[in-house]
């Protein structure tokens, strides 16, 4: 059952334009969500990231959005650049103790064409 | 290079055979995890460390699967009697104990092909 989905396998967009890409997810529990950027051969490295108590984070190029309401957070990339071109993964970690483990998305194919 | 690090980057064995995987995390940070990635998947929790101790494992890690992290700093994840099944990436990552700690940073992978 995948707790977090990511219904895009991939997105298209010309260099210069916004990418939209969306995250939805089921479980209640979860209070911190995040986006990961990853190569082939690479290991995931971390982008940007919201806590269930605000909706709305910015830095630089990067903005994730967070509608609680709905369980649907998106990360808006502006302007896009041919080098954001990669997988992004939307993440989310549950309130339960010590342990933050992530509960992943299968992740988005992101291609920015010049 | 203050980063996570892991060794080796890519491993090739042969079915039946035992492997084992180095991570070496940022420093400073107490909390270790290890996860696992297969082609067309995000990655999956399989445990997770606090200082030296394990304090939780995903179903995922079976009997054969065993992870240490002895003095609190680097981790090994051990596979015995690999199976085809075990060929994947293996993720390390690390996160601060305080502040933070919902930020896990990554290490390269190792990546595991067994034939």
Redesign the interface.
Known sequence: DQQVKQNSPSLSVQEGRISILNCDYTNSMFDYFLWYKKYPAEGPTFLISISSIKDKNEDGRFTVFLNKSAKHLSLHIVPSQPGDSAVYFCAASPNAGNNRKLIWGLGTSLAVNP | DTG?S?DPRHKITKRGQNVTFRCDPISEHN?L?W?RQTL??????LT?F?NEAQ??KSRLLSDRFSAERPKGSFSTLEIQRTEQGDSAMY?C?S?ETSGR?????????T?LTVL
Do not use: D, H, K
């Open positions: 996570v892991q909390r995890y996860y067309g998947q995000g990655p999956e929790f997770y606090q304090l939780e993720l990552a996160s700690v919902n930020e896990q940073f990554f290490g390269p992978g990546r």
